[in-house]
């Protein structure tokens, strides 16, 4: 626990906030990470008991996310005025078929709307063909850490050891943030993706061991 909060104390130091209109939000000079005082609640994830396909959820009652910074989640005409959003690899170890999308997702302003997005892997870890998406409202504000959102799909199949990616989006006037987790991923590589235009196309995947968003599909 000492090293996770060591870690995203870090992880603050080094980014340069500028206020933003939000109540005690803050963004990063680039715009793709979010911070907020921290509220009074939990802090860890309202998890479903779900028995999920594949999980980056941490179970722990304590120190299982930095509940207060994260991944910047904006529709195009939010006050960020940019699109960002992120996506995650992941690469089931069994063939399986899901039928939902799940993210740990903070709101900060707009509608709570989110997109959830399952893609293929385009060969050199990176997001490539989009396969499904579903839209789910995020019930949880930022800062209060860090409520999970379900997002419907419909019967995809997934085959064993073979990449994927889930991509964490948003439209309209929304703003929302991927918090961070930094307890069960230390020492556990995924690989991220960040898009700026709403996911039409995405960047180089950037091998993470600690600050990435939690996700599961079931």
Same mark, same amino acid.
């Given at each position: ?7 995203? /104390? ?19 000079? @680039? ?10 609640? *939990? ?9 999920? &396909? ?8 304590? #120190? ?35 039928? *939902?999308?799940?993210? !740990?997702?903070?709101? &900060?302003?707009?509608? @709570?709307?989110? /997109?959830? /997005?399952?893609?293929? @892997? ?7 063909? *989009? ?7 995020? /019930? ?6 860090? #409520?999970? &959102?379900?997002?419907?799909? !419909? ?42 235009? !709403? ?20």
């Amino acid at each position: 626990m000492l090293k996770a909060v060591l870690l995203s /104390t870090a992880a603050l130091a080094l980014i340069a906030t500028s206020a933003n209109a939000a109540s005690n939000v803050t963004l990063s000079k @680039d715009g793709r990470f979010t911070s907020v005082l921290p509220h009074s609640g *939990k802090s860890a994830p309202a998890h479903t008991g779900a028995k999920y &396909v594949v999980s980056t959820v941490d179970k722990s009652k304590v #120190g299982a996310y930095f509940c207060c910074y994260g991944s910047t989640i904006s529709g195009p005409s939010s006050i960020i005025g940019a699109a960002y959003g992120v996506a995650e690899q992941f690469i089931p170890t069994s063939a399986a078929t899901v039928s *939902k999308i799940v993210a !740990g997702i903070g709101y &900060v302003s707009g509608d @709570d709307k989110v /997109t959830l /997005t399952l893609y293929a @892997d385009n060969g050199s870890n990176s997001p490539g063909a *989009k396969i499904a998406s579903g839209k789910a409202t995020s /019930t949880t504000e930022f800062g209060f850490c860090c #409520g999970l &959102v379900t997002a419907r799909i !419909g019967s995809q199949n997934l085959k064993a050891n073979t990449p994927y990616w889930v991509g964490i989006t948003a439209s309209g006037a929304d703003w929302n943030a991927a918090p961070f987790q930094v307890n069960n991923e230390v020492n556990d590589y995924h690989y991220l993706a960040n898009t700026s235009n !709403g996911g039409s196309t995405w960047g180089s995947g950037y091998s993470e061991t600690e600050y990435n968003p939690a996700i599961a599909l079931e």
